[in-house]
């Protein structure tokens, strides 16, 4: 069989650790894979700081690659992680096979991630960082809350959230993306879990992140769950990557 390169990076307030049950089908057939603690998350929490922002994740990743001396790798960010993983594509294009975007997309040039649901949640989210998260992160949300809405996550993988999450630093979230376009010559999937292709197709005129999932080389996968399928669906996530691998 063939062997493929994984990087997977986590989103918002999560660490590689979340990515455990993945990573482990996938090891288990034969592949190699990195899952991320971004700096300030899961054990390298104690690494976050007022600046850390988009541009200190990207670089780590980056850094990864080098230090590893890693090349044809598929890219997997979920959420935030995608625009961590667009960055690192769009500056070494050449060591990249394919972009997985998890329930995500890549944000247009220009735009923060704390824009993409608007200026009412940006406010909301940034009252947050100024009451609880010292001015500079943002707690984690309410994952029994959000559990509710996901029949399959149970018990305990709520209380491995609760126990594993760290606040996000606020800076990744409001720092715009800057990109070049060297990414978008590379091949992409969309795996798609909160929402489905049609609904991705509706939404895509009026979203900028949208926008960019319909044009291009792109290929799609629903695997319909909640926005967290390392969580709730891990093993059908990891079959998933394994088949758009090649």
């Not at 667009?86 to 972009?99: C, E, H, I, N, Q």
């Amino acid at each position: 069989m063939n062997t493929t390169t994984y990087v997977l990076v986590p989103g918002f307030w999560l660490g590689g650790w979340a990515w455990r049950a993945v990573a482990d089908s996938l090891r288990e057939r034969g592949h190699v894979v990195h899952a991320v603690d971004l700096p300030g998350m899961g054990e390298r929490a104690h690494l976050g700081s007022p600046e850390t922002d988009l541009t200190t994740h990207i670089d780590d990743v980056a850094h990864l690659l080098e230090q590893q001396d890693l090349h044809d790798v598929v890219l997997v960010g979920h959420s935030y992680g995608a625009l961590v993983t667009t960055g690192v594509a769009d500056r070494m294009p050449d060591r990249v096979a394919r972009l997985v975007y998890i329930d995500s997309g890549p944000l247009p040039d220009g735009m923060a991630q704390a824009d993409f649901e608007g200026p009412d949640a940006r406010a909301a989210n940034e009252d947050l960082v100024m009451t609880q998260g010292q001015g500079w992160k943002l707690p984690p949300p309410p994952w029994a809350a959000l559990a509710a809405q996901a029949p399959e996550v149970d018990d305990a993988a709520v209380a491995a959230l609760v126990e594993g999450s760290q606040p996000q630093p606020w800076l990744t979230a409001t720092q715009p993306v800057a990109l070049t376009g060297a990414w978008e010559r590379l091949p992409r999937t969309g795996v798609l879990c909160s929402f489905s292709l049609e609904q991705l197709r509706q939404m895509a005129p009026q979203t900028p992140v949208f926008a960019h999932m319909v044009d291009g080389d792109w290929t799609y996968v629903e695997l319909p769950t909640w926005h967290w399928p390392m969580i709730s669906r891990p093993v059908e996530l990891a079959a998933v990557l394994e088949s758009v691998s090649g």
